[in-house]
């Protein structure tokens, strides 16, 4: 395999690493990879270290380090995390030890690894099963994610694995350095550098003299500043491979792993300041020293530059070994948590400020563990702490390290003319995300986005302010907001007339005042037209129904208004004129009254009343002197010049005659038809009384002339 990569200040040739170079990465083939195998497993190393009776050189560390990671410029927070226990959100890992790491790369955290609780722990069972956890989910994805590496157990005796994610490779990478023997319950020397990416387990497949030697318990972390990932110390079980001045096996071993290469990188004279040998370190990169940061029972080193510096805090780290260690973003600080002091497990929290650890006080606390892990997820922006062992007990916890959950609200102004219109902005900080935002802003108007914007369109003070709660329900409310809208623009509308006869034509305005903003009006009459003043008008052709509306804009808002035009269909123009009353004697007064209908208004009226007399009034009023009949005749003018006429007949009769002895007409009347009846009785009278006579006059003479009589 050709090698790749710059050079690495370190690494050493002699006699007993053949094919090493001090400026090309490790390759071998794998006849020799073989070969190497034989003898590791047969003979020893030579020694790694400078020798139990080399006087080590003391390197001064750098006086300025040349800052290149943008993220070394984080500002800290002034706020105290709390921790938050989020394991019941749903089922996790059985196994307890196992590793957890964040997966940039594919977007979610990657759990592999651990032992069953519950067994023997001597000689614990350990299942090689894959976890992802996303959106405080947990999901087994062992099926699918290919072979994995073998079974693996961190934080007990039995430590063999270090993962961690390489933003170089975009990939986790996983470094094995010993197997447990199901067995024979003995440890395999035993090493494998693995890849996860794309939901899948691939192994590197690197030679072995190519890769750190077996060990275990060591810690692998990403070195910003210089670019790799750095693997350093742990335990070995191959006494050849351990420096002189290491006790019970710990070693102190150094190396780099970039661009799918290791590099040993363990420093050589003149070099020979590093970290003591030691298992169980807790390493993670630090942007504010811009360095590799490594903290060990009381003993806190940076790497920076491809060498090890021993940092002197004012105040130490407690004792304590196999601790959770993390740059936690939120609150711009290098976290430390729990671990071993002696027999006894700690759930101490610190912060390291300035190359000094602080203690912190929290109003919760974690349960104490052994080896947990510490990853910032920063899709959830949670700082997660998962796992550890207590003598095996299932420790499948989830806490958060987050800041108390808080929220301020700020806007682009707190006052001005109405309507005003105004950018709103929440800080949140702290919680576990994701968060829920409820504004509201005192005039009935609401949002639920993170950041609002709202129109204030009328006068007034409104009281504003913004809610939060996060995932886990918890509510905080923000600072209040008074918002001072003042008396802006005054828009006035108006259209006239609203109904009529087509053709109609309508006067439309509309207009602002006050506030002292500009503002541009427009018109759109509903049947096609348009207009771009705010006092115009407009003809409605055809009968119908129209829905004019009106716009007045202003910089930060729009007013509008509808008016509905009803346009009836044209009629005949007409003209009818009348009169009350329309006979009489003279001096006969007569009321004219003049309609119209159709045309289109207003209307002018003239009258002549057929007597020499006239009038421009609608409705006249005319005296006529002298008898007689007259035509009075009405001509209508409407706006378009149409002249509609009309007439009525008046009949002005001759004077009555002289009244008899100075009495009405009709009681001289009734004393005629009196008269004249009583004239016709008498008569009849007079005629009955002479038939009688006659017929008694005819009986006497034959009274007196019964000869005849009886002769006839």
Same mark, same amino acid.
């Given at each position: ?64 380090? *040349? ?69 405080? $989910? ?52 035993? #090493? ?13 497949s690197i030679a072995a003299w190519n890769q750190p030697p077996p060990q275990q318990a060591g810690a692998l972390a990403y070195d910003a500043f210089d670019g790799y990932m750095v693997f350093f110390g742990g335990w070995s079980n191959w006494p050849a491979r351990i420096p002189a001045n290491s006790t ?31 298992? $169980? ?5 630090? *942007? ?51 671990? #071993? ?233 007409? #003209? ?16 004219? $009254? ?63 005659? *002289? ?54």
């Open positions: 395999m050709q090698s790749r990569g710059p050079h690495v200040r370190g690494v050493r040739t002699s006699a007993n690493d053949p094919g090493r170079s001090s400026s090309v990465w490790p390759a071998t083939t794998s006849a020799v990879t073989a070969m190497v195998m034989v003898i590791v497993l047969v003979s020893p190393f030579g020694n790694a270290g400078a020798g139990a009776n080399a006087r080590p050189r003391v390197v001064e560390e750098p006086r300025s380090v *040349p800052v290149s990671d943008s993220r070394a410029s984080a500002v800290p927070s002034q706020s105290s995390p709390d921790w938050i226990n989020i394991t019941g959100q749903s089922a996790g890992p059985a196994p307890v030890g196992g590793l957890f790491a964040y997966d940039a790369a594919d977007g979610y955290d990657l759990q592999f690894g651990g032992c069953l609780p519950g067994g023997n722990p001597t000689y614990p069972v350990c299942p090689n099963d894959t976890y992802t956890y996303s959106g405080l $989910n947990w999901t087994n994805i062992t099926s699918t994610a290919g072979v994995a590496p073998p079974a693996i157990v961190r934080g007990s005796a039995n430590s063999t694995t270090v993962m961690a994610y390489d933003p170089v490779d975009r990939y986790v990478l996983l470094f094995e350095g010993a197997l447990q023997h199901n067995w024979t319950h003995r440890l395999i020397p035993y #090493a494998q550098t693995w890849e996860f990416h794309g939901g899948r387990w691939r192994n590197l019970a096996g710990n070693s102190n071993f150094t190396w780099i792993f970039r661009d799918g290469s290791w590099a040993d990188a363990t420093e050589v004279p003149p070099y020979t300041q590093a970290p003591p040998p030691d298992i $169980n370190p807790s390493m993670a990169f630090d *942007p504010t020293l811009n360095a590799l940061v490594m903290q060990d029972d009381n003993e806190t080193w940076k790497f920076v530059g491809e060498h090890w510096y021993q940092l002197h805090p004012t105040t130490t780290y407690a004792k304590a070994y196999g601790s959770a260690i993390g740059w936690d973003p939120q609150m711009g600080r290098l976290m430390l948590w729990g671990g #071993a002091a002696g027999p006894d497990f700690t759930t101490a929290l610190w912060e390291l400020t300035n190359g000094n650890w602080t203690p912190l006080a929290t109003a919760h606390e974690a349960p104490a563990a052994f080896a947990p892990s510490f990853a910032w997820d920063p899709i959830q922006r949670l700082m997660l702490l998962w796992g550890g062992a207590t003598n095996l007990t299932r420790n499948d916890w989830m806490w958060v390290l987050a800041l108390p959950l808080q929220i301020q609200a700020t806007s682009s102004a707190t006052s001005g003319p109405a309507p005003l219109i105004l950018a709103f902005t929440s800080n949140t900080t702290g919680g576990v995300t994701p968060s829920r935002w409820s504004w509201h802003f005192g005039d009935g108007g609401s949002s639920t986005n993170e950041n609002a914007t709202h129109a204030f369109l009328y006068p007034g003070n409104y009281n504003t302010w913004v809610n939060v709660s996060d995932r886990l329900g918890i509510l905080a409310q923000s600072n209040l907001l008074v918002i001072a809208v003042d008396p802006g623009l005054t828009v006035s509308f108006s259209a006239s007339p609203a109904t009529g006869i087509a053709p109609l034509s309508v006067s439309f305005q509309a207009y602002g005042q006050g506030g002292g903003q500009a503002y541009t009006a427009s018109w759109h009459f509903g049947d096609g037209g348009s207009s771009l003043s705010g006092n115009t008008s407009h003809v409605y052709v055809r009968p119908g129904t129209y829905s004019a509306t009106a716009w007045v804009n202003v910089s930060v808002a729009s007013y509008y208004r509808s008016f509905l035009m009803a346009v009836s269909p044209s009629m005949p123009f007409m #003209a009818t004129a009348g009169a009350d009353p329309d006979a009489g004697a003279p001096p006969l007064m007569v009321g004219f $009254n003049g309609t119209a209908t159709g045309g289109n208004p207003p209307f002018s009226f003239a009258w002549r009343f057929g007597d020499g007399g006239s009038s421009i009034v609608r409705n006249p009023i005319h005296s006529f002197t002298r008898a007689g009949s007259y035509s009075a005749s009405l001509w209508v003018n409407d706006s378009r010049g149409r002249v509609a006429t009309s007439s009525v007949s008046i009949t002005v009769a001759e004077p009555s005659p *002289p009244l008899v002895l100075g009495l009405p007409p009709a009681i001289v009347c009734a004393v005629f038809v009196a008269s004249a009846f009583a004239v016709v009785v008498l008569l009849a009278v007079f005629v009955a009384r002479r038939r009688r006579g006659r017929r008694a006059g005819s009986e006497s003479e034959d009274e007196y002339r019964p000869d005849e009589r009886a002769k006839a």
